[in-house]
């Protein structure tokens, strides 16, 4: 049988990097979008689509067919995201595809108000799954996806994130190192953490931001009830604090103090700066 692919979330940051790097690779895939016009308008005429949305199983099937490995992303600032996707491994699992990639997160299952990283991650090994979790840390492209107005109109980066560390990565590594995955052999029963060349705490970013904008841009390191108050004050729904600040509270706390040398190691690339990302995203 031919190996086919289905990206799940590629119309997502992630998800549009991997399929750029599945067709530089010439491998057969398909993208998963919501609706075909959204799929056209964010991935090209060119890239192959299907229609695919873990909350209408409806579209499971016909999503899956030809399909002999998923890669598995779930929707993002969604507390319940275990309850999505399991379903929809269960249906993976009925039809016989058992090679999956997972995308989790770096130190998130030291956060047990977010679990839903650890059930899905269970679930995979429960139904016996060939499986590669790959483990990626802060995004590099954070900063522009999630503080564009922040950083270009107010000149501050506004997280929870204390004096800590991490290694940003350009999300452009996690899409190499998946496609590596997809589509080479000995990755099954693995798991890759994914960060960029060296650890930052906000400050040193913001200090890097000023450079590349040539405006001074500020870290004001805030608390998780300034940062609550800023948000609900901003009209922000309110589960976001509650969702950020313990993921932020992995930076401040020093839980993400790790570098890795799996995007090296298994793409042959050094990982990307965060200062060339940022040099990418707002120069």
């Known amino acids: 049988m031919t190996e086919k692919i289905l990206v799940t979330g590629a119309t997502g940051t992630i998800g549009k990097a991997l399929v750029k790097a599945l067709t530089i690779k010439g491998a057969p895939f398909v993208a998963g979008v919501t609706t075909e016009q959204k799929g056209k308008d964010l991935l090209g005429e060119d890239v192959p689509t299907v229609v695919f949305n873990y909350e209408n199983k409806e579209t499971y099937a016909s999503a899956t067919e030809g399909i002999t490995k998923v890669f598995l992303l779930g929707p993002p600032l969604r507390t319940d995201l275990d309850k999505l996707v399991i ?5 993976l699992n009925a039809s016989g595809i058992n090679r999956v990639v997972y995308i989790s997160a770096l130190g998130l299952d030291e956060v047990k108000e977010l679990p839903f990283h650890t059930r899905v991650v269970e679930a995979i090994k429960a139904h016996g799954f060939k499986y590669t ?20 109109q107010r000149s501050v980066t506004f997280v929870p994130a204390g004096s800590g560390r991490t290694g940003f990565v350009d999300v452009e590594d996690i899409a190499l190192v998946a496609a590596t995955v997809l589509t080479e052999d000995n990755h099954e029963g693995k798991t890759y953490t994914i960060t960029g060349p060296e650890l930052l705490s906000y400050t040193e970013a913001a200090k890097q931001l000023s450079e590349v904008l040539r405006k001074p841009v500020h870290y004001p390191a805030p608390s998780p009830e300034l940062f609550t108050q ?32 799996d995007v090296e190691r298994l793409t042959g690339k050094k990982p990307t700066p965060l200062k060339k990302v940022l040099e990418r995203d707002f120069g």
Not at 133 to 152: D, G, M, R, S, V
Request: glycine share 4%.
């Open 87 to 91: 379903p929809f491994l269960a249906h």
């Open 230 to 261: 800023v948000l609900k004050e901003a009209g922000a729904p309110a589960f976001i604090a509650s969702y950020m600040i313990p993921v932020y509270s992995l930076i401040a706390d020093g839980k993400v103090a790790i570098l890795s040398d």
């Open 133 to 152: 979790i790959l483990l990626p840390t802060f995004f590099a492209q954070n900063f522009k996806n999630y503080e564009w107005e922040n950083i270009t």
